[in-house]
């Protein structure tokens, strides 16, 4: 039905400053990362960052660099069509399936396709779910 996958993305918490978002991507461009997804927000004055990548190792070793401790997380990512609707009937079958989802996040560019971001409280169900 969809191209659906268990990836792993990155999780930190850094100081909510201005220039920080810049000062993450950045890190990652040099080091030759390439972002699939992002999602950041601010809780507490501290800033939250889940970001797919397209080399984790990469990318955890040069934030680590500039002191950041970084996390894992195992999140289910599902290519749709960009349409509308498609991301309702995502969620309906998540929830028919009784699968709460914890977070989810994604984005489309316009050209056909949306990416979602989910995590679950059962990742392997999910994909089950959705394949």
């Known amino acids: 039905m969809h191209n659906i996958k268990q990836e792993t993305e990155l999780h930190l918490i850094t100081s909510d400053q201005p220039g920080i978002l810049g ?5 990652l461009a040099n080091a030759g990362v390439n972002l699939k997804a992002l999602c950041s927000y601010n809780i507490n004055n ?7 990548t397209s080399d984790n190792k990469k990318a955890e070793k040069s934030l680590k ?7 894992t997380n195992s999140v ?19 929830g028919n399936a009784v699968i709460k989802i914890k ?4 984005s489309s560019t ?5 990416l979602l971001v989910f995590k679950t409280n059962n990742n392997k169900k999910a994909i089950e779910t959705l394949s």
């Not at 000062?23 to 890190?27: A, D, K, N, V, Y």
């Open 23 to 27: 000062r993450i991507l950045g890190t």
């Open 46 to 52: 501290e800033r939250i960052f889940n970001l797919l």
């Open 65 to 71: 660099t500039l002191g950041y401790k970084v996390k």
């Open 76 to 94: 289910v990512t599902v290519l749709i069509d960009d349409r509308i609707g498609a991301g309702a009937e995502i969620g309906a079958l998540l």
């Open 103 to 106: 977070y989810c996040y994604g």
């Open 110 to 114: 316009g050209t056909g396709k949306a």
